[in-house]
């Protein structure tokens, strides 16, 4: 811990803050002592635990550290360990955190609540849900962790961040799973055997996919989504690696009351979501080396599905309830920021 | 509005990577294996940086007393080289590292 500096009013700390780097553009509360070891305190955990060094810079995210960067974030004491537990999943080597954040790619760590907790926080997770949907949790627990990156991690952009055009999300990306999901909440799905918990995945912002000239049955519905998955220029198509799709809480039921349950999902997407390899690849331009052996690279017409697995298709479920649509948010590809899921107390 | 009391570094101590360095040979007297670890095996585009190698092998055969290279890529440019593969360099004098693009 340490005196970085002073400021004798609150609007005098929101100039320096940024004077010093300290921030992205966005006003920040100051990290005050009293913020701080509240934070520190309501998780239970000595502020001195030390979750990893923060690339690219390798800054100590220690409890206090990470208790600082959500304290200028604004969260609150019951929001801190979500946090927390999101930090610990992206220092898990498979997500690559330190590719995700200086990548030319514009993905970021999207953050995933899901269970109980969701409505204990008080989570948005219907109308505008990836763009915070109003809610406090959402927002500060996503900017919380983009503040980390930035202050610890040193993800500035031009050096050493090289993305290219930028992501909506490097402000704060956080998102709810719907309490009114047919399904299992994502993070058992995936083998969390927790009532909440939460699920980082690197990822683009979601492509909106509404259902124009498809009828109701599931399989077409998919259909549409699956083209979504598929563009030419999308990591996924070329690398494979994972993806996420969001369906609205009536798509999903509709899609249950259908028998379809997530697997199905995952598998007919698997199947649908696939492009020609004679259409991926230029004249002269040799077929990718990480696409496994199984994919006929001799043949052009071979269809290649944008993941190796179905199980590499994330299926998430949040947003209004209202007419029918879906998203697609595209991973990193085959180069890193893949789901990793905790659980959480609650 | 006005407030009082100490702030807290949200930026963290660096940490310093202890990890071993590489032997150094500190000399360049022959005969010499030198090693390439390339990123990106057939780049669809940007630098290929498996051709700047080969010159570099060249000017490393001319200049100095290289009789032996080892050549890696790997199969993913974003990360870091197998144990496997980073063991193939280890009778190599030097490494020359692709650049990611």
């Given at each position: 811990m340490s005196l970085i500096t002073t400021a004798d009013t609150v609007e005098e700390w929101v100039e320096l803050a940024h004077a010093e780097g300290l921030t992205d553009g966005l006003p920040v509360y100051p990290p005050t002592r009293a913020a701080v070891d509240a934070l520190v305190e309501a998780s239970?955990?000595?502020?001195?635990?030390?979750?990893g060094a923060i690339p690219p810079r390798g800054g100590a995210a220690t409890v206090e550290v990470v208790a600082a960067n959500a304290a200028m974030a604004g969260c609150r004491s019951e929001q801190f360990e979500v946090v927390l537990t999101a930090v610990e999943a992206m220092l898990e080597?498979?997500?690559n955190l330190r590719g995700v954040v200086t990548t030319t790619h514009p993905c970021w760590p999207l953050v995933i609540v899901s269970g109980p907790i969701v409505e204990q926080l008080e989570m948005a997770h219907t109308e505008s849900v990836f763009s915070g949907g109003g809610a406090h949790a959402n927002a500060a627990i996503g900017r919380a962790v983009k503040l980390l990156l930035w202050n610890a991690g040193g993800a500035t952009p031009g050096e050493p961040v090289k993305e290219v055009f930028g992501h909506p999300g490097r402000y704060a990306f956080c998102v709810a799973e719907s309490p009114a999901s047919p399904w299992p909440a994502l993070h058992q799905a995936r083998g969390i055997d927790a009532a909440s918990g939460i699920t980082v995945f690197a990822c683009e912002s979601p492509t909106s996919v509404a259902?124009?000239?498809?009828?109701?049955t599931p399989v077409n519905r998919l259909a549409q989504l699956s083209d979504a998955m598929a563009i030419k220029g999308c990591n996924n198509t070329h690398t494979m690696g994972e993806t996420l799709v969001v369906l609205t809480p009536n798509e999903a039921r509709h899609m249950a009351e259908n028998g379809y349950d997530r697997a199905t999902v995952q598998e007919q997407l698997w199947q649908q979501a696939r492009r020609r390899i004679g259409d991926l690849l230029s004249p002269g331009v040799p077929p990718y080396a990480w696409w496994p052996d199984w994919v006929d690279t001799s043949d052009p017409d071979t269809l290649v599905p944008v993941t190796e697995r179905p199980e590499d298709i994330h299926v998430m479920v949040t947003g209004a309830e209202s007419i029918p649509w879906m998203a697609v948010c595209a991973g990193w590809g085959n180069l890193g920021g893949y789901a990793v899921s905790r659980a959480l107390d609650g | 509005m006005k407030f009082v009391g100490e702030l807290v570094d949200p930026r963290g101590q660096v940490v310093i990577n202890d990890g071993a360095l590489a032997s150094r040979r500190g000399h360049t007297q022959g005969p010499l294996t030198i090693g390439f670890l390339v990123n990106?095996?057939?780049?669809?585009?940007?630098?290929?940086f498996t051709r700047y190698t080969e010159v570099l092998e060249q000017e490393f055969r001319h200049r100095l007393d290289v009789t032996a290279v080892v050549r890696q890529h790997k199969p993913v440019l974003s990360r870091p080289a197998g144990d496997e593969m980073l063991a193939s360099?280890?009778?190599?004098?030097g490494v020359v590292n692709g650049l990611a693009k």
């Open positions: 239970g955990r000595d502020p001195s635990q030390l979750l080597d498979r997500f259902m124009w000239g498809a009828d109701d | 990106e095996y057939n780049p669809s585009s940007g630098p290929d360099f280890r009778a190599c004098a």
